[in-house]
Antibody, heavy 122, light 110 residues
Framework: QLQLQESGPGLVKSSETLSLTCSVS??????????WGWIRQPPGKGLEWIGS???????YYNLSLKSRVSISRDTSKNQFSLKMTSVTAADTAVYYC??????????????WGQGTRVTVSS | QSVLTQPPSASGTPGQRVTISCSGS????????VQWYQQLPGTAPKLLIY???QRASGVPDRFSGSRSGTSASLAISGLQSEDEADYFC???????????FGGGTKLTVL
């Protein structure tokens, strides 16, 4: 059964770099035609797609965040990661990793991690 | 301000039918499929509807989706207390080359 689990520091200082990892079990991130993405949700607000990495390693980003964000993968550990530089209080959110591109279609996020809360402190 | 516009709130009584709208443009809803997610308090979103009107596996047939022009709707019939949650629409935007989410609608079961 597919499972995704986010991990990383819950507190990051303003202007520093946020680093999160998503560990995937039950499927290989490099052997199926899936996309593996990051989505965030600021407190009391809606969802925002940050970016995704295709099983080939190709990456796609939200244009408004592209200058500060990079998504990479470690196929040996079956993990993919998010790095966001120069964080501010506006980056405080719950960060989810999720899969899309299954038989439900490219746009449909059908499996999600439980989410990890990240607070940016001054 | 989300590109996909949803009403911030909706409500209904048990057994009623409620509809949640999602308004976009030709570059997103007008030309691409719409997905709907349910987010119960403190949990990750769950895929309810994909390809505008298809229910994901295990989703009760009380939930249905539709799309017309640049708008989409999620309908919930036979409303139950456990349907109280936030609902989000989502679509790809051809101009922005991004996946977009609506701002979300908080459904209250009175």
């Amino acid at each position: 059964q597919l499972q995704l689990q986010e991990s990383g520091p819950g507190l990051v200082k303003s202007s520093e770099t946020l680093s999160l990892t998503c560990s995937v079990s039950g499927a290989s991130i490099s052997s199926s035609s899936y996309y593996w993405g990051w989505i965030r949700q600021p407190p009391g607000k809606g969802l925002e797609w940050i970016g995704s990495i295709y099983y080939t390693g190709t990456t796609y980003y939200n244009l408004s965040l592209k200058s500060r964000v990079s998504i990479s993968r470690d196929t040996s550990k079956n993990q993919f990661s998010l790095k966001m530089t120069s964080v501010t209080a506006a980056d405080t959110a719950v960060y989810y990793c999720a899969r899309h591109g299954s038989s439900y279609g490219f746009e449909a996020f059908d499996m999600w991690g439980q989410g990890t809360r990240v607070t940016v402190s001054s | 301000q989300s590109v996909l516009t949803q009403p911030p709130s909706a409500s209904g009584t048990p057994g009623q039918r409620v509809t949640i709208s999602c308004s976009g443009s030709n570059s997103n809803i007008g030309g691409n499929t719409v997905q709907w997610y349910q987010q119960l308090p403190g949990t990750a979103p769950k895929l309810l509807i994909y390809s505008s009107n298809q229910r994901a596996s295990g989703v009760p047939d009380r939930f249905s989706g539709s799309r017309s022009g640049t708008s989409a709707s999620l309908a919930i019939s036979g409303l139950q207390s456990e349907d109280e949650a936030d609902y989000f629409c989502e679509a790809w935007d051809d101009s922005l080359k991004e996946l977009l989410f609506g701002g979300g609608t908080k459904l209250t079961v009175l």
